[in-house]
């Protein structure tokens, strides 16, 4: 026996699109576009949160100007832009040639080895903490363990520090120390990424390269890295959208206060202070569309890089 509802409760097929869509587009509106959108009204005022809405005034581009002329936004960008160059760049230049080493060395482990690879990605931002804090400790670190240790070989010796490295309050070790936390934490995802596209690439290509007589390193540059070139896009625009928005790793590693010197503050760190430090919350929007109007010309750049000629 089957249940029919009656007509009235019924619903159209030429609505019933929408009535599946509304619990998403209602989501959407109220904690993507609100937020959006609050935000951006929020750059031409000026509020304090703890005076309610009522205390919100118009200061037009006041904000934008304060944010152009602050010396801590510009010291948060360049430090961004060094963490962002120093942990980016090598992720790519390592994952390439790890996932290509993985795809022809691995066959039936291959999965596991790519789990090893992307656990740090799904690690907790806390469990990080803990474990770099304790890595880079000054008196007890296995960092400087190891550096001691090097400077027993005879010729790396010379290149390591004579003394233990204060990580995490020497302003010239702060930056460092966060890019390699950024590049352990994000290496793996993007191996994950190529290691994807190279199993796209038909094994033909490298069969009839093979009987022309070429090397391994030849069909690396003549065949991979060019049947690479989409998802090289992808992670390097992934790359370049989270560098210029790292928060976590700095803001962990230096309780959210920038460190020495302000050496670790990002942008998106500076941004938060702003906001819930200083309960500057016109400015911290502000500065917000400042740092979306660079991510956005730096991802056009990055399409316009990778564009192949004649498109």
Known sequence: ????????????????????????LLLFVVFGLFPLLFSLYLAFHSWEPTSGLAAMHWVGLD????????????????????LAIASGVPQHLVAIPLATFLHLAFKRWRNAA???YFLPYITSSVAIAILFSSLFST???????????????????????????????????????????????????????YLAA?????????????????????????????????????GVTLSVIGG???????????????GSDQAGMSAAVYLYRNAFDFNDFGAASAMSWLLFLVVAALTWLTNRAFRRKGE
């Open 1 to 24: 026996m089957t249940l029919r509802l009656p007509p009235s409760l019924r619903l159209s097929p030429r609505y019933a699109p929408y009535a599946l869509l509304a619990p998403f």
């Open 63 to 82: 904000n934008f100007a304060f944010a152009l002329q602050d010396e801590w936004f510009w010291k948060s960008m360049r430090n961004t832009a060094w």
């Open 114 to 116: 790519v789990g090893a």
């Open 139 to 193: 008196d007890y670190g296995l960092i400087n363990l190891a550096i001691a240790t090097l400077r027993e070989v005879p010729l790396l010796g010379a290149l390591m520090p004579q003394a233990a490295v204060d990580w995490l309050n020497d302003p010239d070790a702060l930056k460092p120390a966060i890019s390699m936390i950024v590049f352990w934490r994000y290496v793996g995802f993007n191996v994950v990424l």
């Open 198 to 234: 190279l199993q796209t690439i038909p094994p033909d290509l490298y069969e009839a390269a093979t009987m022309d007589g070429a090397g391994r390193l030849q069909q690396f540059f003549h065949i991979t890295l060019p049947s690479l070139r989409p998802m090289i896009f992808f």
């Open 244 to 258: 210029l928005q790292l928060f976590e790793e700095p803001f962990i590693l230096t309780g959210g206060k920038g």
